[in-house]
C-alpha cells in the first residue's frame, strides 16, 4: 500500500456510527411526540384548573380572598411546572402530575362532598387518559437519552 492510499476501515467504522447516531436521533424524536402531548396535557390541566376554581367560586358566591388566589395559583403553578419539567423528566413529572391531579379531585370530594365525583367528570377523565397515554413514550424518551 503506498503511503497516499488510506485504510477505508475507519470510514466504514464511522458511517456505522453515524448510522446508529441518526437512529438513536429519529427514535428520540418519535418519542417527543408523546412528550408534548403530555405537556400539552399539563398545560390545559392548569388552564381548566384556573377557570374551574373561578367559576366554582363565583358560582357558589365564595369570596375570593387573598388566602383562595393564593392557593389557585399554587394548583396552577404546579402544572405549569410540571409542564415545564417534562422538557428534562417527562417520565417523573407526568407522574408526578397524574397524582397531584388525583390528589386535588380527592380533595375537593372531602370538601365539596360527593358533588365533586361527578362535576367535569369528563375533562376530568380525558386529562387524565393523555396523562397516561403519554407515560410509555416518555419512559422511552428518557431510557433513549440515559443510552445515548
Known sequence: MSEHQTDPAPKSENEIADY????????????????KKARTA?????????????????????AFTPL????????????IALALWTKTKPYTAIITGIIIF?????????????????????????????LISA???AKAWEDAKKNS
Open 135 to 137: 407515560l410509555k413514550p
Open 20 to 35: 446508529y447516531d441518526g437512529v438513536k436521533k429519529l427514535e428520540i424524536k418519535g418519542y417527543e411526540t408523546g412528550i
Open 102 to 130: 388525583i390528589l386535588l379531585w380527592g380533595a375537593s370530594i372531602v370538601v365539596l362532598g360527593g358533588k365533586a365525583v361527578y362535576s367535569g367528570i369528563i375533562v376530568k377523565i380525558i386529562i387524565i387518559v393523555n
Open 68 to 79: 383562595m388566589i393564593g392557593i389557585i395559583v399554587f394548583e396552577v403553578g404546579i402544572f
Open 42 to 62: 399539563l398545560f390545559v390541566t392548569a388552564g381548566l384548573l384556573l377557570l374551574g376554581e373561578i367559576i366554582s367560586g363565583s358560582t357558589i358566591d365564595f
